[in-house]
């Protein structure tokens, strides 16, 4: 069967979407605004030893910016995402396009599936949303996670989809 990596598709597509000077407009009390290009998958995994232990979900990423990548889990893959409660995976030049909180999901997704399995024999199916645009282009507003004392992290205030 052919397939493609998601770590390779979403950055190519994020790419060609999203411009290559990223215009942050700085606001008050520390916000910045900036374009941003979120993505909808529906996440389908289940046992070889048994189909019933099975489990869907949904996976939501965002891009923004040259280098913010954050993603947040929602039970169904038609949940709207909450993305003030995102995980910033990265903000960092040299790791962002290898999305590497991919295989953290995908391996926490398989022990709680099928924990005596090996995580390569679990089927897994990665669809983006037939429902629902494959992504969407909005408007974020973001500022720093005053709990990282590293001054690295970001978080999400909000995010509006341009119509």
């Given at each position: ?27 008050e ?8 290009l979120?993505?909808s998958?529906?996440i389908?995994?289940s ?6 232990n ?6 939501h ?34 790791c ?6 991919l ?19 679990i ?9 629902r645009?494959?992504?969407k ?5 973001w500022?720093?996670?005053e709990?990282?004392k590293s ?9 509006d989809?341009?119509k």
């Amino acid at each position: 069967m052919l397939s493609m990596r998601l770590e390779q598709v979403l950055p190519a597509i994020r790419d060609m979407v999203l411009p290559v000077s990223h215009d942050v407009k700085f606001l008050e009390n520390g916000l910045r605004e900036e374009k941003a290009l979120a993505f909808s998958l529906d996440i389908s995994m289940s046992s070889p030893n048994n189909y019933e232990n099975r489990k869907r979900f949904g996976l939501h990423i965002m891009f923004f910016g040259n280098t913010s990548v954050f993603y947040i889990l929602t039970k169904s893959p038609f949940d709207k995402p909450d993305w003030t409660k995102a995980i910033n995976a990265t903000n960092h030049n040299s790791c962002w396009r290898s999305m590497e909180f991919l295989s953290s999901i995908f391996f926490n997704n398989c022990k709680e599936i099928d924990d005596e399995a090996r995580p390569c024999d679990i089927d897994q199916s990665i669809y983006f949303s037939l429902l629902r645009d494959a992504w969407k282009i909005g408007t974020v507003q973001w500022k720093k996670d005053e709990t990282d004392k590293s001054n690295y992290k970001r978080k999400i205030v909000s995010f509006d989809i341009n119509k």
